[in-house]
């Protein structure tokens, strides 16, 4: 009995992503590379208190004392291994790193055993190459160390562990950025060549309407999106989000080009037609790199089986990637969402409208959605639909926000009720906390949403914004997330600016906001936020520049007799002259969105700090859903260390 002891420890697995397929074509780099990581990893380890228990051929086990130098190890060997093996001339290789930390038999040739080992195993095969993933159990130790970032990756069945366990990317702030995440500064100025897409990665270009009426556009939408959606849950897979998506509907790009542009190394393409109760949806999976057919389908069926023909394009994109499904996620991709076929007729006419993010169609929404739970009252995607309606009709309407978030937040609990394992419906309970200022409440709904739908962007993009107003420079990590799901969401670009300019990192905001009008010259909220930038930079010449672009693209919030009664401010009086001919035009035009937050912030700028506070006491007392903004905004500099802005972010809960 003497021979063995039980004890707790950090144990940290690494090896060397598509070792196997590389030792295949060349067993001389692949042996070179095994060296390559025993050397490093002494380093590593020896470095920060581990010890190396065994190596076994391409891959490695150590233990630690502590979790904190386990996770700072796994991140700093991925990096040296990725770094040593492009400077030796090997190619770009990634390590796959997983930790967690339990109870473990130690024998007496110093040899581990026990559960502890089985879980971190598993726990790095689950984990994405170039990343280092850890279990909950570590994740709950380190989640409030500030230097620590976690993402969630959800739930997982892994081999020998009775229950599921929920999974963690982590990463470093202070540490330089891993394949999971790229600094936006370096990839806006691209000082180095894009990294290759990862093999399992995949964007499913909008489906082409062929049917004869134009108006069946929204079931070739909505087919798209289902499968987008299908896809989105398995999560040894990267599917780019329907924002990004939408913007190719219709284009002549080459296939590699927008491979590219969006960062997959496989593109889905298809079409759709509907004639009465008849449907063909063609599809093909193609390899972007060498515009090889990986796979491609026509359906020829009633419409009734419209279901288990996406469930069918999602199998067989799964099975041509080689991605392995969970049980669980084999399940949820076989599960029918209703079987009324006229409720999901009305689910993907609401689902075509809410994209649209205008009060017209968010109203559109509405109705179709109230129609598909009219139909089928058990229809829980249709029913979390209509919260994200309601809860968006909050901040593009007029429409009484009290109304419409009860709306939201009723919605949103019933289809939980159908369906708890709903990340969507979580995120809209986020945005109805969101916007009743219950923090706490929010950030639990995302977490949430991300644990159970770690490829839904839009989360990770509330979550974000949410952040700002928290822990900015979480936000960032948060946001970079949301962007490699969504490269070209110019919304999720707009929030990453304004988190970049909240940790005072103004320029590289900029360079955001020019990428973002790269992409959009007429994108009217890039222009804003631009404008914005400037301004806190003291570039005030620039500042009008973009508002007299606004003044055509925006003229209901930029008037151009408004900017021209600024321009002759700013040259008659310079900064000052800018900023009181700004206040008075907002007191003489009550009709501009927004007008008393920014009339706030132009009285903040000008030391008018009585009126500015009177003015934020009164959108406190509207329930403004702008005011929390100001927890972040430049615009409220100069009075944050004024006692009553310290009272302002206490009645706002966010002290």
């Known amino acids: 009995m003497t021979a063995r002891s039980h004890r707790l420890a950090a144990l940290c697995f690494a090896d060397i992503a598509e070792y196997t397929e590389l030792a295949g074509r060349n067993e001389d780099q692949a042996l070179a590379l095994v060296e390559l990581l025993q050397g490093v990893a002494r380093g590593a380890v020896e470095e920060h208190g581990g010890r190396i228990v065994k ?29 040593e093996a492009l400077a030796r001339g090997l190619g770009s290789r990634d390590l796959r790193v997983g930790v967690h930390v339990g109870d473990i038999v130690t024998a007496v040739d110093g040899d581990v055993y026990g559960d502890g080992v089985n879980v971190a195993s598993r726990v790095q095969a689950a984990a994405e ?4 993933w850890v279990s909950e159990d570590v994740w709950r130790q380190l989640r409030q160390r500030p230097e620590f970032r976690f993402e969630p990756r959800g739930e997982r069945e892994l081999k020998g562990v009775a229950t599921p366990v929920a999974l963690y990317g982590v990463r470093l702030v202070s540490a330089a950025p891993g394949p999971a995440v790229r600094d936006m500064a370096q990839a806006a100025t691209k000082a180095e060549p894009p990294a290759a897409p990862h093999k399992r990665s995949v964007a499913v270009l909008p489906f082409a309407n062929m049917s004869a009426s134009a108006e069946n556009e929204y079931f070739s939408d909505g087919v798209t999106e289902e499968i987008l959606a299908l896809l989105a849950q398995v999560e040894g897979l990267k599917v780019i989000s329907r924002t990004s998506i939408m913007r190719y509907k219709g284009t002549d790009k080459p296939m590699r080009q927008i491979a590219e542009e969006l960062g997959v190394a496989s593109i889905l393409e298809g079409s759709v037609r509907q004639a009465g109760q008849r449907v063909r949806i063609t599809a093909q999976l193609i390899d972007a790199a060498t515009d090889q057919h990986l796979w491609a389908e026509r ?25 392995r499904l969970t049980p669980r996620e084999q399940a949820r991709l076989v599960e029918r969402p209703t079987e009324n076929v006229e409720a999901y007729r009305s689910y993907l006419k609401g689902r075509h409208f809410l994209s649209r993010r205008t009060r ?30 309601y809860a968006l009709l909050s901040a593009y309407s007029s429409s009484p926000v009290p109304e419409a978030l009860t709306r939201a937040r009723d919605a949103a609990e019933r289809a939980l009720a ?13 945005g109805v906390a969101w916007s009743e200022w219950k923090w706490e409440e929010a950030e639990a709904e995302y977490r949430r949403a991300l644990e159970l739908a770690p490829g839904y962007a839009t989360a990770y993009h509330w979550y974000g914004i949410l952040l700002m107003a928290r822990r900015p420079e979480e936000a960032i990590g948060v946001l970079q997330h949301a962007m490699e799901l969504d490269p070209v969401s110019l919304p999720i670009h707009m929030a990453m600016g304004v988190a970049l300019t909240a940790v005072g990192r103004t320029e590289q905001a900029i360079e955001v906001y020019e990428k973002a009008i790269g992409m959009d010259p007429n994108y009217a909220g890039a222009h804003v936020n631009l404008a914005s930038a400037y301004e806190k930079l003291d570039r005030y010449e620039e500042t009008l520049n973009e508002w007299e672009t606004l003044s055509r ?6 008037p151009p007799d408004l900017v021209a009664e600024v321009r002759r401010g700013y040259e008659s009086g310079g900064e000052r002259g800018f900023r009181e001919a700004y206040l008075e035009g907002l007191r003489t035009r009550p009709d501009l969105p ?22 934020l006491d009164r959108l406190i007392d509207e329930r403004s859903i702008l005011v929390w903004q100001i927890r972040f905004d430049p615009g409220f500099d100069p009075v944050r260390s004024d006692p009553r802005f310290r009272n302002v972010l206490e009645r706002l809960g966010l002290d």
Do not use: N
Request: glycine share 6%; hydrophobic share 50%; charged share 25%.
């Open 360 to 389: 017209l169609a968010l109203k559109q929404a509405v109705q179709h959605f109230q129609k598909a739970v009219t139909s089928d009252p058990s229809f829980a995607l249709a029913w979390t639909g209509l919260a994200e309606a």
């Open 418 to 430: 159908l369906d708890p394992r709903l990340g969507e419906a979580h995120t809209a309970l986020g």
């Open 553 to 558: 693209l925006s003229h209901e919030r930029f």
């Open 299 to 323: 359906y020829d069926r009633d419409l009734e089986d419209i279901f288990a023909i996406q469930t069918d394009v999602a199998e067989r994109i799964v099975e041509a990637l080689r991605v």
């Open 594 to 615: 927004s007008r008393i937050f920014d009339m706030a912030a132009a009285c903040a700028q000008l030391g008018r700090a009585d009126e500015a506070f009177a003015l």
């Open 129 to 132: 190459p170039g990343h280092v």
């Open 55 to 83: 190596f076994l051929g391409d891959a490695i086990l150590f233990e630690f004392p502590s979790t904190d130098a386990a996770v700072r190890s796994g991140i700093e060997l991925r990096d040296r291994f990725a770094s």
